[in-house]
């Protein structure tokens, strides 16, 4: 480690288990970067879902991550554990992580580090990895999109349904998504889907159905269970995808599966952040080859809506259980994003 580098650094602590307020600056240890991982001076964390359910005592870390909220930053690489050589010093990278984030700084596995897009403020690098590897393993790995095929995102106007919209209608994809307002319908369309549905007055098997001659999508990428559940099914199409990323409804349901049977219809769902590294690094090959040249392009970009100061996490925890963001929201660190 640099002797420039300080011993202690601030970080955000999760002091009890409950509402935003007990999101707390504290003073910890400056992590240290074991072999093949990176240490990352941090300029911006993004803010996801499972940060807030960890902080309600709902989603533990993984074995052996750090309790420090974050799944997301964007920073310069300040040191290399042992082996490390796909990363070099003072690289600017963007890094999927398994905690830690809410810091000033944090350890990354080398192969989940990608080069910050060019074009690409830090800020809005670090709204990148927790919602595109999401969309490109659960989408198109698992969910097999491919050009010519219909799609629905529900929670179209949330950091992963702008994700997903944009990468679906890039690769060809038609694009259906709901969303609860219609500002948030229109930021929706604005970012590529033909039709956006506003869940509180339209039903989202109707209008698909009627966009598609009855046919119904051909993938639905669903955050929302509960109810939703039954719904999907009817939307889906003969030979049509189901893929679950959480669900903010509920888990459970009765449902009459019949009609899975009878449209050959395949129902399946992941998480990320307990995978192994070399399964995440996997997918940061992909998006680097497939998805980094349409950000440098400009073809996408992700969606903020707010930055706050790594300060003011509490603040940023409360605008995301509002739902009146549109997109991502982001933590600052000094003055480098």
């Not at 992963?160 to 307002?181: E, K, N, Y």
């Not at 996997?282 to 392009?297: D, F, G, Q």
Request: charged share 20%.
């Amino acid at each position: 480690m640099s002797d420039n580098l300080p011993a202690e650094m601030t970080a955000i602590e999760i002091t009890e288990f409950g509402a935003p307020e007990v999101l707390v600056p504290g003073t910890r240890p400056l992590p240290q970067p074991a072999a093949g991982e990176v240490l990352i001076q941090v300029a911006a964390a993004g803010i996801n879902r499972p940060d807030v359910l960890q902080r309600q005592g709902g989603y533990a870390p993984p074995p052996g991550a750090s309790d420090i909220p974050g799944l997301e930053v964007a920073g310069s690489v300040v040191a290399l554990g042992e082996g490390v050589t796909e990363v070099a010093l003072g690289e600017q990278v963007t890094a999927l992580v398994a905690g830690g984030g809410y810091a000033e700084y944090c350890t990354a596995p080398a192969p989940q580090c990608l080069p910050v897009p060019a074009g690409l403020s830090l800020a809005e690098a670090a709204a990148i990895p927790e919602t595109f590897f999401t969309v490109w393993t659960n989408v198109f790995d698992r969910g097999g999109l491919v050009e010519g095929e219909s799609f629905l995102v529900h929670g179209g106007s949330s950091g992963i349904g702008t994700t997903a919209i944009q990468l679906a209608s890039a690769f060809g994809a038609r694009v259906f998504a709901t969303a609860g307002s219609a500002e948030k319908c229109q930021a929706c369309v604005d970012l590529g889907a033909e039709r956006a549905i506003n869940y509180r007055d339209e039903d989202f098997v109707e209008v698909v159905k009627a966009a598609t001659d009855g046919k119904g999508v051909d993938l639905i990428l669903d955050m929302v269970g509960g109810d939703y559940i039954a719904r999907d099914v009817a939307a889906l199409a003969p030979d049509g995808r189901l893929v679950f990323i959480a669900f903010l409804g509920g888990p459970k349901v009765e449902l009459n599966f019949m009609p899975v049977m009878l449209k050959r219809l395949t129902i399946t769902g992941s998480t990320l952040r307990p995978r192994p590294i070399a399964f995440k690094g996997a997918i940061a090959a992909r998006l680097k080859e497939r998805v980094w040249p349409l950000l440098e392009s400009g073809r996408l970009r992700p969606v903020m809506h707010q930055t706050f100061p790594l300060e003011q996490a509490a603040a940023a925890h409360a605008l995301m259980e509002s739902s009146a963001h549109i997109g991502k929201i982001v933590l600052t660190v000094g003055a480098g994003a």
